[in-house]
């Protein structure tokens, strides 16, 4: 079994910063590509970007490079999305997920997904 839970979010400014966490219970996030992804209302769920199991970087969404990261905390079994430079597009639900590859096809088939956090961004 395990789960993963999604905390961090909130209303934010726009230009504001975030830091999303995914920690996980139950199994080891150690091993596991782990993506996030958001959907807002009205819209499909879209990925943005994921940590491989060795740890790389890989975005699934090109326009937030320069605004969004990810990091690992093994330790601590937690997963971070860093979140800068905020706007009100970036309003959404985001999600994690445990996968077994870093592809973002083969995250339909994660071992696990959170319940999500949600994130507005408005003045």
């Known amino acids: 079994q395990g789960q993963l839970v999604e905390s961090g979010g909130g209303l934010v400014q726009p230009g504001g910063s975030l830091r999303l966490s995914c920690a996980a219970s139950g199994f080891s996030l150690s091993g596991f590509a782990i993506g996030w992804f958001r959907q807002a209302p009205g819209k499909e769920r879209e990925g943005i970007l994921c940590?491989?199991?060795?740890?790389?970087?890989?975005y699934y969404k090109e326009d937030v490079k320069d605004r969004f990261a990810i990091s690992r905390d093994n330790t601590n079994n937690t997963v971070y999305l860093h979140m800068n430079a905020l706007k009100p597009e970036d309003t959404a639900r985001y999600y994690c997920?445990?996968?077994?590859?870093?592809?973002?096809?083969?995250?339909?088939?994660?071992?696990?997904w959170g319940q999500g956090t949600q994130v507005t961004v408005s003045s």
């Open positions: 997920a445990a996968g077994f590859s870093w592809l973002q096809r083969e995250m339909n088939n994660a071992r696990s």
């Open positions: 940590i491989s199991a060795s740890d790389r970087t890989r």
